[in-house]
C-alpha cells in the first residue's frame, strides 16, 4: 500500500457509504453487495487476529477496546455500558440484561443508543422506529416457526451419523486441546434440548415467567455418570421427538408468547426455537472435528 492510498477501514467506510447513497436510488441489490464485501473484509481481518481466551487476557482486551472507542467518540452510554460488562467479566460471571441494556443503531447516520427510547435521532432525526437493533445472538431471529421445527428434526438424525461407527473409547477421548469429548457435547445437547423444552413449556403455561439463565459448563448435567454415548443420545432424541410433536400443536399465535430472560430480555417463543436450533449446528461442526480426529484426519 502506497502512502498516499487510504487504509482499508477507510475503504470500508467508503463502501458502507456508497451501498446507503444506492438504497436511497433504491438499488438494493447492489447495495446489499456492498454491505457484504464490507461486513466479509471486516470479518476476515479480525478472525486473523486471533486474541486469547482466557478471562484475564480478554479483561485487558477491553480496555484496549474502551480506549479505541473513547477515539472514535463513542457515546458515553456506552462506554459505561462496557464497563459494566467488564466489571461482570472480571468476577467470572455473565452481564445480565438488566446491566447492558438493548442497543440501537440509526440506519441513516450511526448515531448509538443505549437503552429503550422512542425518540427520534437526535443527528438526521430518524424516527426511533426505524434504528437497527443489536442482539445478543442473530441466531435469535434467525429462522421462522417452521424452520425451526425442521431444523430441530433435522440435527438429531445429522449427529447419529457422526456417531457412526466410533468406538466408546473414540466417544470419550477429549482433543489435545483439553476440550469437549463427543459424550460431553452429547450431553451439553441433551441437557440444552430439556433447557429448551422447559423454557417453551413454561411460557405457554405462564404469561411471561422469568425463565433460568445457564452456561456451558452448567449444561454438562451428568457426562461423567456411568451412562453410554448411546444412552444419552438416546435420551436426546426422545425428548426431541415430545418437544417437536409439542411445537407443531401450538398455534402460531402462541409462538410469540414470551419470557423474561435474565442475559436477553424478554424472549419469545419463537426466538428460542430459533435460537437453540442455531446452537446446535455449532456443535455439529464440533462434533465432525471430533470425529476426524478420531480417525486421525486432523
Given at each position: 500500500m502506497s502512502e498516499h492510498e487510504p487504509h482499508w477501514g477507510e475503504r470500508l467506510v467508503y463502501l458502507l457509504a456508497l451501498a446507503a447513497r444506492l438504497e436511497d436510488e433504491g438499488y438494493y441489490?447492489?447495495?446489499?453487495?456492498?454491505?457484504?464485501?464490507?461486513?466479509?473484509?471486516?470479518?476476515?481481518?479480525?478472525y486473523r487476529l486471533n486474541l486469547p481466551h482466557d478471562l484475564p487476557s480478554l479483561s485487558t482486551e477491553l480496555n484496549t477496546a474502551r480506549t479505541a472507542l473513547l477515539g472514535f467518540g463513542c457515546s458515553p452510554d456506552l462506554i459505561a455500558a462496557l464497563e459494566r460488562g467488564k466489571a461482570a467479566l472480571d468476577t467470572?460471571?455473565?452481564p445480565l440484561y438488566e446491566e447492558i441494556g438493548p442497543v440501537y443503531v440509526c440506519?441513516?447516520?450511526?448515531?448509538?443508543?443505549?437503552g429503550q427510547t422512542d425518540a427520534?435521532?437526535?443527528?438526521?432525526?430518524?424516527?426511533?422506529?426505524?434504528?437497527?437493533?443489536?442482539?445478543p445472538i442473530?441466531?435469535?431471529?434467525?429462522?421462522?416457526?417452521?424452520?425451526s421445527i425442521?431444523?430441530?428434526?433435522?440435527?438429531?438424525?445429522?449427529?447419529?451419523?457422526?456417531?457412526?461407527?466410533?468406538s466408546a473409547s473414540d466417544l470419550m477421548r477429549q482433543p489435545p486441546d483439553g476440550g469437549w469429548s463427543i459424550q460431553q457435547v452429547l450431553a451439553h445437547l441433551r441437557d440444552s434440548q430439556g433447557l429448551l423444552d422447559g423454557r417453551v413449556r413454561l411460557m405457554l403455561?405462564?404469561?411471561?415467567?422469568p425463565l433460568v439463565s445457564l452456561g456451558a459448563a452448567d449444561l454438562l448435567g451428568d457426562a461423567a455418570q456411568p451412562v453410554t454415548a448411546g444412552?444419552?443420545?438416546?435420551?436426546?432424541r426422545a425428548e426431541r421427538d415430545e418437544l417437536l410433536d409439542l411445537l407443531e400443536d401450538i398455534p402460531l399465535m402462541a409462538w410469540g408468547r414470551t419470557g423474561q430472560h435474565p442475559e436477553f430480555g424478554q424472549v419469545t417463543i419463537r426466538q428460542q426455537a430459533s435460537y437453540f436450533a442455531g446452537h446446535e449446528l455449532i456443535h455439529l461442526r464440533q462434533l465432525e472435528l471430533l470425529r476426524r480426529m478420531n480417525a486421525g484426519s486432523v
Open positions: 441489490n447492489i447495495a446489499k453487495l456492498l454491505r457484504a464485501a464490507a461486513d466479509s473484509t471486516a470479518r476476515r481481518t479480525a467470572g460471571r455473565l440506519r441513516t447516520c450511526g448515531h448509538l443508543v443505549v427520534p435521532c437526535p443527528t438526521c432525526h430518524a424516527w426511533a422506529a426505524t434504528f437497527l437493533a443489536f442482539e442473530y441466531w435469535m431471529n434467525n429462522l421462522e416457526p417452521l424452520e425442521e431444523r430441530l428434526r433435522q440435527t438429531p438424525d445429522e449427529i447419529a451419523g457422526l456417531l457412526t461407527d466410533l403455561a405462564q404469561d411471561d415467567p444412552e444419552i443420545f438416546e435420551r436426546y
